[in-house]
Antibody, heavy 122, light 107 residues
């Protein structure tokens, strides 16, 4: 079965760079059609899509954050990594990674990690 | 960006009730819409994709309809485990965007 899990720091200081790793099993990010995305959710607020990387290394970013985001994949390790630069307290949120396969679920996210809460504070 | 607007923002209902949540897109998205259920402290769970296709394992009391700019999620007979927050998401174009959520509470 497909599982995903996020890992990374729980606390970062303002202006620092956040690096989050999504480690998954049950699928390969080199399989045609597969994508892994990142979505975040500030406490008590709505979901916000951040970035998505596809099996063919096509990368998509939320334009509002694009200058701060980088998404990469390591097929051999079954990992997708998201970096976000210049962190600010407003970036405090639970960060999720999620699986998609547009050919199967029309770019919906059908499997999600449990999420990791990242707090930005000095 | 395509804006997704859900209504109502919150709704109170009783077990057994029929509930409908609406999602409107700021421009046409064909049938590129998904619905998620989220319970406190948990990740979202995909209920419906392509506007009306039920994700595997999701109870049949959930249904989705609509196309273009107007979509609905209907729960035909509320069960205790259905009280949660529901989000719509458009997948027509990047950036992917979500609605603000609808909180379904017990009356």
């Amino acid at each position: 079965q497909i599982t995903l899990k996020e890992s990374g720091p729980t606390l970062v200081k303002p202006t620092q760079t956040l690096t989050l790793t999504c480690t998954f099993s049950g699928f390969s990010v080199s399989t045609s059609g597969v994508g892994v995305g990142w979505i975040r959710q500030p406490p008590g607020k709505a979901l916000e899509w951040l970035a998505l990387i596809y099996w063919d290394d096509d990368k998509r970013y939320n334009p509002s954050l694009m200058s701060r985001l980088t998404i990469t994949k390591d097929t051999s390790k079954n990992q997708v990594v998201l970096t976000m630069t210049n962190m600010d307290p407003v970036d405090t949120a639970t960060y999720y990674c999620a699986h998609t396969n547009p050919g199967e679920v029309s770019t919906a996210f059908d499997y999600w990690g449990q999420g990791t809460l990242v707090t930005v504070s000095s | 960006d395509i804006q997704m607007t859900q209504s109502p923002s919150s709704v109170s209902a009783s077990v057994g009730d029929r509930v409908t949540i609406t999602c409107r897109a700021s421009q046409g998205i064909a049938s590129w819409l998904a619905w998620y259920q989220q319970k406190p402290g948990r990740a979202p769970k995909l209920l419906i994709y392509a506007a009306s296709t039920l994700q595997s394992g999701v109870p049949s009391r959930f249904s989705g309809s609509g196309s273009g700019t107007h979509f609905t999620l209907t729960i035909s007979s509320l069960q205790p485990e259905d009280f949660a927050t529901y989000y719509c998401q458009q997948a027509n174009s990047f950036p992917i965007t979500f609605g603000q959520g609808t909180r379904l509470e017990i009356k």
